[in-house]
């Protein structure tokens, strides 16, 4: 057989794995949802649910496991030795050497453990929006905010393996509370979360009246779905929350660009679904917010290629790149 790779991408929400070949082509996906089970050793769950798909993917298309690499991407801090040691949107699996715990149940199973983001990033480096360029930061909006940066064509990982976590810059400083224990984090206004946040606040506040209406007057009922949906839709009441992300967003990219003069943010997750409409508004309020403004060389806000599959594409590219 040709050589694959299968790249499984852990979420707050799901666990998504790809079998790819040596050119990003995707022959096999499997699915399931992510689990949160506090009382058992940490990242226990969370290795089943991998062992799980990886499992499925190899009976169902008559693999063994010595024949494939296995690539993990995981939310949060990733040690260079592979250790999540701190993970604020999956906090079951914090402190957890997840490959050591896939090769307790499979020892032949060769794995390799990084961030979920950073493979995005190299996905779409690679063989997505970002392809050609060499100064890269990629954006996952999706539970939280994740962050992989591309500079001069290579990774950054850092001194421990923990550059790119830009969705815990502070944008501001009362803001409100983020699940890495501090306050006014960037992913609190630009993720998914973030907008359900934002949406329940416009609802109370009586800025979305016909939301509010459909849930019988339950404002805390109204969900950030909701909101990009209506949005989609040209509810003019839902389209200025969407704009108010957009703020958000742009603000995060403008401290991103005056810090790294990357040229290109390829934004990407779950969230990237409302990129139509997202995107639009981030570029509006970018060029008042950035340093220098139009006295620089444009930025580009573009969507990801892969959308939620960046980080499963760019494990197996790791994985293949690192393991064979």
């Known amino acids: 057989m ?5 790249g499984v991408d852990v979420g707050g929400t799901k666990v998504l794995a790809l079998a790819v070949g040596e050119d990003g082509t995707v022959f096999d996906s ?23 798909v990886v499992t499925t993917l190899t009976q169902r298309n008559h693999w063994s496991l010595r024949d494939v690499v296995v690539g993990v ?3 949060g801090m990733m040690s260079r030795e592979g250790v999540l040691v701190f993970a604020p949107n999956l906090p079951t699996a ?28 190299v996905a779409e480096h690679r063989w ?17 905010v994740g962050g992989g940066i591309i500079s001069g064509g290579e990774l950054v990982r850092g001194r421990s393996g923990f550059a790119g976590e830009i969705g815990h810059m502070v944008v501001d400083a009362h803001g409100p509370r983020c699940p890495c224990g501090g306050r006014g984090c960037w992913e609190r206004y630009a993720s998914g979360g973030g907008v359900a946040r934002l949406a ?16 019988a007057g339950d404002a805390d009922a109204v969900r950030g779905e909701d909101v990009t949906r209506a949005a989609a839709e040209g509810l003019p009441e839902a389209l200025a929350v969407v704009d108010e992300v957009g703020w958000w967003l742009a603000l995060g990219i403008a401290n991103l660009a005056a810090i790294l003069d990357c040229g290109v943010f390829v934004i990407g997750g779950g969230l990237s679904e409302a990129s139509a409409l997202l995107l639009p508004a981030a570029q509006r309020h970018l060029s008042s917010l950035v340093e220098g403004g139009s006295a620089r060389p444009p930025l580009l806000v573009i969507p990801s290629k892969f959308g939620e599959r960046s980080g499963a594409l760019g494990a197996a590219a790791l994985a293949t790149q690192r393991l064979t």
């Open 128 to 144: 997505g929006a970002a392809r050609g360029h060499d100064d890269v930061v990629m954006v996952t909006l999706g539970t939280g």
């Open 94 to 121: 914090s402190g957890a050497d997840l490959a050591a715990a896939l090769r307790e149940r499979s020892p032949e199973m060769r794995v390799l453990c990084e961030n979920d983001a950073d493979c995005a990033a």
């Open 30 to 52: 499997e699915r399931v949802e992510t689990p949160h089970v506090a009382e058992r050793p940490a990242g226990d769950a969370a290795a089943d649910a991998v062992m799980s």
């Open 73 to 75: 991407g995981l939310p």
């Open 200 to 215: 329940r606040e416009a609802a109370v506040a009586g800025r979305l009246p016909t939301l509010v209406r459909q849930y």
């Open 2 to 6: 040709s050589r694959i790779a299968l």
